[in-house]
């Protein structure tokens, strides 16, 4: 009987082997965890140290409102000030400045002072909502990580001071690139990399592929599973992981950059990015835009970003598939019938 343990904030990892080692930790705001397998154990457990420690000093540098880089930069922009820029950082902020520009702006890191009005930028959430005046005054100000200019020696500058650095939408799925990379260096040929839903898979599991689950958005199931390949990443943007309630009114962390206010279009978009250098990054990034947008334009703003499968779950509980996707997915119901999205 296999094991189904919870990775991530929306899929699952299946074990049928006493030969993965499992170690977890929580960075970021959520929790994190590696599966070596065929890994001796010692070995693995100080590929898990460093894989942790350098998840833990991103963390810290890329913090959206305790004392970092990205809190330094915030605070330059702000008065109008050039930043010089870390190695670290500045690849980061060329690839999600390219991402939002590919996605009209519906992925947006410059939305740290919205999101920080909404009460999402804190370990404890609020009870209730912003003054809409407040979210209109803020939104009016068309914050777009698009307006920071990068210089080639990393000097940040950019004339829109309302613009506030947020990489929490895009962070967790650099780090899977960066804990694959280190991994591959360290010699580790097979593993699942979690980082809070997003995941990245090196190798195989015993020759097999990666079982993982999709977790359904208002159910404590899975609404469905697939295969991940070696290189693969898959990601999910969700309303239920980040969220408050209101008078009835459920308020996600995902913001609508259009009017300021928390998108309303879908419950969770899952993304299954090919092999690539940037694989985990698109699999944090790509999936925020189509949830905004919705199934009416979730693909074509998906394809922009360079992925092509695509599943999707509206407000009314529907559920949207690519052509693509269609055919890795297998739905835990099989009686679902899955709109297309091609």
């Known amino acids: ?29 959520t929790r994190v965890q590696l599966a070596l397998y065929g890994v001796p154990l010692r070995q693995a457990q100080r ?48 690839a999600a400045r390219q991402l939002s520009i590919d996605t009209q702006g519906l ?118 599973t697939l295969e991940l390949h070696d290189g693969e990443a898959i990601g999910t943007s969700g309303d239920y992981a980040r969220f408050f309630k209101y008078e009835g009114v459920r308020y996600s962390h995902i913001i609508d950059p259009r009017n300021g206010f928390p998108a309303t279009r879908s419950e969770s978009v899952t993304v299954l990015v090919k092999p690539g250098p940037h694989a985990g990054a698109l699999s944090d990034g790509a999936s925020k835009a189509p949830f905004v947008a919705g199934p009416a334009t979730a693909m074509s703003l998906a394809r922009k970003a360079g992925v092509d499968a695509l599943l999707l779950v509206d407000t009314s509980g529907r559920v949207w598939v690519s052509n693509a996707m269609a055919a890795r997915v297998h739905f835990s119901n099989a009686a679902l019938h899955a709109e297309r999205l091609d």
């Open 1 to 29: 009987m296999a094991l189904i343990i919870a990775i991530g904030a929306g899929l699952w990892l299946t074990l049928r082997t006493p030969q993965v080692y499992i170690h977890g930790t929580y960075v970021f705001g």
């Open 47 to 94: 590929d898990a140290d460093a894989v942790f420690a350098h998840f833990q000093a991103m963390h810290r540098e890329l913090h959206a409102w305790q004392p970092s880089e990205v809190t330094q930069l915030n605070r330059s922009i702000a008065a109008g000030a050039p930043f010089q820029a870390s190695p670290e950082l500045v690849p980061i902020l060329r």
């Open 107 to 224: 992925f947006e890191p410059g939305l740290g002072r919205l999101i920080r009005l909404w009460g999402f930028q804190a370990d404890q959430f609020g009870v209730k909502p912003p003054p809409e005046d407040a979210v209109r005054r803020e939104a009016a100000l068309h914050p777009r990580i698009a307006q920071i200019d990068i210089s080639p020696s990393g000097i940040v500058t950019s004339a829109n001071r309302a613009v506030a650095i947020d990489l929490g939408g895009y962070a967790k799925g650099w780090s899977l690139d960066e804990a694959a990379a280190m991994l591959r260096q360290r010699g580790v040929k097979n593993a699942l990399i979690d980082v809070g839903g997003n995941l990245l898979a090196l190798g195989t599991k015993g020759g097999a592929p990666w079982q993982v689950g999709i977790q359904d958005p208002r159910g404590s199931g899975t609404l469905a």
